[in-house]
T-cell receptor, first 115, second 115 residues
Framework: DTEVTQTPKHLVMGMTNKKSLKCEQH?????MYWYKQKAKKPPELMFV???????INESVPSRFSPECPNSSLLNLHLHALQPEDSALYLC??????????????FGPGTRLTVL | GDSVTQMEGPVTLSEEAFLTINCTYT??????LFWYVQYPGEGLQLLLK?????DKGSNKGFEATYRKETTSFHLEKGSVQVSDSAVYFC??????????????FGKGITLSVRP
């Protein structure tokens, strides 16, 4: 099973709403990632979790709050977003072992629209 | 820093035509190299990879060879199909490998195959 699942598939929210994106993998991967992708652009890394601990935050605004409840789950909590935050949000996972296989497997993404 | 350069697009081909998408990279050491494909409305799928010089990655009729002497990883397919229409991203992951080994993406190129 090389599947990463994400919910919801689509999300529309106002600037005062609080919502969460969810990501799940059952490949035993110990590294999980959040990316933001704008139309016709490559994904931009936001956060990296390694062994359930936040290891990289790419200077993301605090209105995005990641959470890793366990090794299979990754959440992204959203609050007070701006219209320019509208994008495709992708989750990915990899083995995460030092010196090991490092290809990342991506989920289908959540298409977020902020009104 | 690390970088990936892809040829400018978009590319439009007729079905059964030969495909080449150029990709060159700049990185210290010996990175791993990847091609990802993104079909409309979907996340990224790992198409193929190569981890050392002269490795050939292949999948679904696509091939790419890791050429250290020319720092290239060009994607080829002998006969494209309409279903190959997608955006293709070349990417690298630099050593040391592990959870914090970031993916550096090229800008991506849109391929359209007409019947």
């Amino acid at each position: 099973d090389t599947e990463v699942t994400q919910t919801p598939k689509h999300l529309v929210m106002g600037m005062t709403n609080k919502k969460s994106l969810k990501c799940e993998q059952h490949m035993g991967h110990r590294a999980m990632y959040w990316y933001k992708q704008k139309a016709k652009k490559p994904p931009e890394l936001m956060f990296v979790y390694s062994y359930e601990k936040l290891s990289i935050n790419e200077s993301v605004p605090s209105r995005f709050s990641p959470e890793c409840p366990n090794s299979s789950l990754l959440n992204l909590h959203l609050h007070a977003l701006q219209p320019e935050d509208s994008a495709l949000y992708l989750c990915a996972s990899s083995h995460g072992l030092a010196g090991g296989r490092n290809e990342q497997f991506f989920g289908p993404g959540t298409r977020l629209t902020v009104l | 820093g690390d970088s990936v350069t892809q040829m400018e697009g978009p590319v439009t081909l007729s079905e059964e035509a030969f495909l080449t998408i150029n990709c060159t990279y700049t990185a210290t050491g010996y990175p791993s190299l990847f091609w990802y494909v993104q079909y409309p409305g979907e996340g990224l799928q790992l198409l193929l990879k190569a981890t050392k010089a002269d490795d050939k990655g292949s999948n679904k009729g696509f091939e790419a060879t890791y050429r250290k002497e020319t720092t290239s990883f060009h994607l080829e397919k002998g006969s494209v199909q309409v279903s190959d229409s997608a955006v293709y991203f070349c990417a690298l992951s630099a050593r040391p490998f592990g959870a914090n080994s970031k993916l550096t993406f090229g800008k991506g190129i849109t391929l359209s195959v007409r019947p």
